[in-house]
T-cell receptor
């Protein structure tokens, strides 16, 4: 089951904050976040696991609500380099295949 | 450490042909996953290999197949190509299998089917 991301697109000015959401209708074991810049490969940002374990980059923060099967990625004090498409990826408790969301396009303008 | 490498980077094939794509993971990584990326469908999971065994398979027809070798390098094969197979094919490697491990993506192979 593909997770649903929101918003689909967002435009920010440098220094502003943004939140990107990812929700699933299935019980999840893990949520991943990746950023992909145009013409480049996706780059790992964060993993959140069932039970509370997290690992990722220091400047990125995220949350995982296990009751609601929702995750949010928090981008604070945005920089021009934050521009790109953000994908969440999920693995269900059943250890099934990995599903990526449809992506959120984020544009940071000066 | 060297990153994930994929060959070839670009490929043009005609309908009905077959194609083989190659992926070399980061040294020490034992899991390789393959994804198809298109503007309309986003990133779609094809399969995951761990220690030469297919661990999971996505919802793709049997024309899509793959394998992993003892050195963790992986190949995917698409037979009887269709126009709809035109896409960017990404492979990703990780230390272990499953969602516990972050994935490191290669630059992709851009396949165009005419």
């Amino acid at each position: 089951q593909q997770p649903v991301q929101s918003p689909q697109a967002v435009i920010l000015r440098e220094g502003e904050d943004a939140v990107i959401n990812c929700s699933s209708s299935k019980a999840l074991y893990s949520v991943h976040w990746y950023r992909q810049k145009h013409g480049e490969a996706p780059v790992f940002l964060m993993i959140l696991l069932k039970g509370g374990e997290q690992k990722g980059h220091d400047k990125i923060s995220a949350s995982f609500n296990e009751k609601k099967q929702q995750s949010s990625l928090y981008l604070t004090a945005s920089q021009l380099s934050y521009s790109g498409t953000y994908f969440c990826g999920t693995e269900q408790n059943t250890g099934n295949q990995f599903y990526f969301g449809t992506g959120t396009s984020l544009t940071v303008i000066p | 450490k060297a990153g994930v490498t994929q060959t070839p980077r670009y490929l043009i094939k005609t309908r009905g042909q077959q194609v083989t794509l190659s992926c070399s993971p980061i040294s020490g990584h034992r899991s390789v996953s393959w994804y198809q990326q298109t503007p309309g469908q986003g990133l779609q999971f094809l399969f995951e290999y761990f220690s030469e065994t297919q661990r999971n398979k996505g919802n793709f027809p049997g024309r899509f197949s793959g394998r992993q070798f003892s050195n963790s390098r992986s190949e995917m094969n698409v037979s009887t190509l269709e126009l709809g197979d035109s896409a960017l094919y990404l492979c990703a490697s990780s230390l272990g299998a499953g969602g516990r491990y972050e994935q490191y993506f290669g630059p992709g192979t851009r396949l165009t089917v005419t």
